[in-house]
Antibody, heavy 119, light 109 residues
């Protein structure tokens, strides 16, 4: 049974770089039929797709975040990562990693990790 | 960007009742629509993709329909565990630019 687990800092200061990791168990990030991605949710608000990556390494990023986001995959350690630069309070929220069916439907989600940006 | 809207924002229902949630896309997305359920403090769960396909393990009381710009999610007989927020998400374009609706909260009447 595939499981995803996010890890990263809970509290950040404005202008810092957020780095999150998603560890995959019960499956492989080298799967040719799935992509791996990230979504986020500000407190009390809706969902926003951040971006995704197939095993090949090509990345697809939400245009609204494209200048600040990097997504990468580590096949050796069976995980994938999110990097978000120059964070502000607007980046506060729950961050979820997920598996995507053919790159477009998030079928398996991690439990999420809360990131707070505050000075 | 394809904008997705949902109505109503809140829907009050009683156990056993049939309820219908609506989702609209700002342009034709064919049947490239998914629905998710989210309970407080939990990650979203995929309920429906391809407008009407249920993943393994999703109860048959959840059904989806529509095409083009207008879609619906129907819960045929509301159960206590169904009180949650429901999001729709479109995935028409490639490269992907996935967008979610603002959600419909289903609460107890």
């Amino acid at each position: 049974q595939l499981q995803l687990q996010e890890s990263g800092p809970g509290l950040m200061r404005p202008s810092e770089t957020l780095s999150l990791t998603c560890s995959v168990s019960g499956g492989s990030v080298s799967s040719k039929t799935h992509h791996w991605g990230w979504a986020r949710q500000p407190p009390g608000k809706g969902l926003e797709w951040i971006g995704s990556i197939p095993y090949s390494g090509a990345t697809y990023i939400n245009p609204s975040l494209e200048s600040r986001v990097t997504i990468s995959v580590d096949t050796a350690n069976n995980l994938f990562s999110l990097r978000l630069t120059s964070v502000t309070a607007a980046d506060t929220g729950a961050y979820y990693c997920a598996r995507l069916l053919q790159g477009d439907v998030l079928d398996i989600w991690g439990q999420g990790t809360l990131v707070t940006v505050s000075s | 960007e394809i904008v997705v809207t949902q109505s109503p924002a809140t829907l009050s229902g009683s156990p056993g009742e049939r309820v219908t949630l609506s989702c609209r896309a700002s342009q034709d997305i064919s049947i490239n629509l998914a629905w998710y359920q989210q309970k407080p403090g939990q990650a979203p769960r995929l309920l429906i993709y391809g407008t009407s396909t249920r993943p393994t393990g999703i109860p048959t009381r959840f059904s989806g329909s529509g095409s083009g710009t207008d879609f619906t999610l129907t819960i045929s007989s509301l159960q206590s565990e169904d009180f949650a927020v429901y999001y729709c998400q479109q995935y028409k374009n490639w490269p992907p630019h996935l967008t979610f609706g603002p959600g419909t909260k289903v609460d107890v009447k």
